[in-house]
């Protein structure tokens, strides 16, 4: 029943089994850690587990075979109560269902696992969606009042009527439900401020496309959304309103407020503006937050507004002027706004947002780095160049560019980058009207040359009008670079080459290999197109990055392999911690898909494995299932079919076979449309099921509910007097 690595056991069947004898039709309980079914054996070591995900407990054999029986027996007295169940059986009937199987099967009556079990059995009196939530979410969204109660089992009954009244099997109608409602998400009031002109809040909102409130003065706040634990987050956002005297005339728990704007509203989700119970406007997201500092109203999403009249919500609903942003969750009022939304018709967008902007030199000492950043500063001291390589995604720029930078500021100002004012931090990386940038980059290509790099004849027209074109010597982006440095020899200068190796580098490079050595640093060399001495000074620095998918480093130019230091950058689950993106945790998921890139993708398959940073996001790892979803088949699905290259067999076992069809010779992209979120998910986890069993996967998820837990506090904590 319980072991997950069996291909012809209960819970795989249930989960992942998705064939001609059992196709994925049946609605997906895909996603979290094998926990979910009460009982498990743990992938690493064979033993029998249960518990909870943030204390667990291992099982002897006779209690594991206990607990199985015993889940088994609850099984089947679910399936003699459903026997005797009538077919047309109303609200009422429902709810009495849930209290008995609550009576009769305790340990599984509130489990999406049995539901799917039950609701194979009896496909007429029960529904393939195995969440409550997702039951509520299609019956507000069919303009009916979910019945009273909790449970599973209460709203059953209302999909078996509409089953039977369109003459549907029932997973036909869930899934063309689901086609045409999506997933879930969330509805949302802010409360419009009067004003006039630039302070006319539902104005501002509506001409710029956006759902925006006040607060210009606390800055941009994106790093907000990224602070772990939540807690943490909520108590940092409350300093920076208490320092600033609040936001007036709002009151109430602002901390919370404005945390849930930042942090809960998500692409998808509706947006009033709402004065009171009056709704101004509705729109909805299609970007994620962003700081605009030209306007008051400084804290933004991009929000597609529709047209629609204004209308007034039922009592309890609504945010006055008082209010910052809240959620409406009574059944009444998404019932009421879903009303108004049929009214609308496709409209064009409004105009969009504007782009948001983001907004005495001496040597001194440089202090020793860490981590990678350290690895890279011990092989320029060493040799004076290096080169990062390793599959594409593993965040090789990202990390040079942080390391020179932070080189660059501790040499130029005795601080690190972080800590320096604006027009610092430009010396560095812009440089001024008078001087270059401290820090600068260049990307190799086939045709880059010599010219580009070092020195070359380039075209130049006459000044006079219709004057011929004549030949002028100009210096290159490195001799320039060498040059100033000479003229500063206080500072460092670093140049990062990207996709070194696309370049053809001796003919870019020619006589610089000679003298770029960290021992003949200083020697000159007689330029052959100028015919100047040229040598390159201590002070120049050079970083290369490289894709081991597009080149291997044993192929790179020996002279070039000799003078500088390498160092392979590979994929790092660590990195993305214990992040789970709708039950999903993305470092086993990421691990266990680059086992299978080894595996099958043949002899360079270490090289061409899938990078940790294709799911990062400013450094932090990807909370949003959506974005997820689209690395997924933006990114990774099109990377591996270059891999595969028509290999259409080995793209099946790395991915799957609900996402390609072999037979077909197709990824199957109708999986990424938002209604099939949960058989995306059960897709995705279904090549290596073993991992919800993981020691990673159980701590990712222990994770995930100690934050919900931790939030909960901390917004209990912001309601408090």
């Known amino acids: 029943m319980h072991d997950h690595g069996r291909r012809d056991g209960l819970v795989y069947w249930l989960e992942f089994k998705d064939d001609e004898e059992l196709p994925a039709i049946f609605g997906s309980i895909a996603g979290g850690s094998a926990l979910k079914f009460g009982i498990y054996r743990r992938k690493e070591t064979g033993a029998w587990m249960t518990g909870s995900s943030m204390s667990q407990r291992e099982l002897s054999l006779p209690d594991a075979i206990r607990i199985a029986q015993n889940h088994r027996d ?147 706040l994106s790093s907000i959304t990224t602070m772990i634990p939540e807690r943490a987050g909520l108590k940092h956002l409350g300093t920076i309103l208490g320092r600033n005297g609040g936001l007036p005339p709002r009151h109430g728990p602002l901390a919370k407020q404005l945390f849930s704007f930042l942090k809960k509203v998500g692409e998808g989700d509706f947006v009033l503006a709402t004065r009171g119970r009056m709704v101004l406007g509705v729109g909805r997201v299609e970007g994620n937050y962003a700081y605009e500092p030209s306007s008051e109203f400084a804290h933004r999403y991009q929000v597609k507004w529709l047209p629609l009249s204004e209308f007034l919500l039922p009592e309890g609903n609504g ?103 604006v027009s610092q931090q430009n010396i560095i990386m812009k440089g001024t009207d008078e001087e270059g940038a401290l820090v600068r980059m260049c990307s190799f290509h ?77 020697k000159t060399v007689l330029l052959p197109m100028s015919g100047t001495l040229f040598h390159v ?84 790892p990807l909370t949003d299932f959506q974005r997820f979803s689209r690395v997924v088949q933006e990114d990774l699905i099109p990377l591996l079919e270059e891999y595969c290259y028509e290999d259409w067999a080995a793209l099946e076992k790395i991915l799957g076979n609900s996402l390609v069809s072999r037979k077909e010779r197709r990824v199957c992209h109708e999986l990424f449309e938002p209604a099939r979120q949960l058989d995306l998910i059960q897709a995705l986890l279904a090549p290596s099921p073993e991992i919800g069993s993981s020691a990673s996967a159980i701590a990712s998820e222990a994770s995930a509910q100690a934050l919900t837990e931790d939030q909960d506090d901390a917004s209990a904590e912001s309601d408090s007097p």
């Not at 995604?393 to 501790?410: D, F, I, S």
């Not at 070092?454 to 060498?482: A, H, I, N, Q, T």
């Open 74 to 220: 609850q099984l089947l007295l679910g399936a003699r109560l459903l026997e005797k169940f009538p077919a047309n059986g109303s609200d009422s009937h429902y709810l009495e269902l849930q209290r008995h199987l609550e009576s009769a099967a305790p340990e599984l009556s509130d489990l999406s696992w049995s539901h799917k079990y039950w609701s194979l059995l009896f496909p007429d009196k029960l529904d393939d969606y195995h969440n409550g939530t997702y039951q509520r979410f299609h019956l507000m969204k069919l303009f009916q009042i979910p019945p009273e109660g909790r449970g599973r089992y209460v709203c059953s009954g209302r999909f078996v009527a509409l089953a039977k009244e369109l003459g549907l099997p029932m997973n036909t109608l869930t899934r063309l439900l689901k086609s045409r409602h999506g997933s879930p998400h969330r509805y949302w009031c802010i409360g419009t401020l009067d004003g006039n002109g630039p302070s006319a809040h539902w104005p501002v909102m509506r001409e710029n496309a956006c759902a925006a409130v006040e607060g210009r003065m606390l800055g941009d």
């Open 446 to 522: 086939p045709s880059y040359g010599y010219e580009e790099f070092l020195e070359g004849y380039r075209p130049r027209e006459e000044d006079s009008e219709g004057g011929p074109m004549r030949f002028v010597l100009r210096d290159g982006l490195f001799k320039r670079l060498c040059l100033e440095a000479q003229r500063r020899p206080h500072l460092r200068f670093y140049l990062l080459i990207d996709e070194i190796n696309r370049g053809d580098i001796p003919r870019i490079m020619g006589e610089l290999l000679t003298v770029m050595e960290k021992s003949k640093r200083g």
């Open 319 to 421: 945010a006055d002027v008082q209010t910052l942003l809240r959620e409406v969750e009574s059944a009444e009022g998404i019932v009421a706004i879903e009303k108004h939304l049929m009214d609308a018709s496709e409209a064009a967008p409004m105009t969009k947002p504007r782009p948001v902007p983001r907004s005495t030199q001496g040597g001194h000492p440089i202090p020793s780095l860490h981590g990678i950043h350290g690895r890279i500063q011990a092989v320029l001291e060493r040799k004076g160049q290096v080169v990062l390589y390793g599959p594409p995604g593993t965040g090789k720029t990202y990390l040079a560019e942080q390391a020179v930078r932070e080189l660059a500021a501790h040499a130029a100002f005795g601080a690190p980058f972080e800590a320096l004012d």
């Open 537 to 620: 000074p201590e002070n120049v620095y050079l970083v290369g990055t490289m894709n081991t998918a597009d080149r291997s480093i044993a192929l790179l130019d020996t002279a070039l392999r000799r003078r500088f230091g390498f160092l392979e950058l590979m994929p790092d689950a660590t990195q993305l911690g214990k992040a789970m993106v709708e039950g999903i945790p993305l470092g086993p998921w990421l691990g266990a898909l680059n086992a299978r890139i080894c595996e099958y993708v043949g002899r360079d398959g270490r090289n061409l494995q899938v990078g940790h940073a294709y799911l990062m996001e400013r450094g932090e």
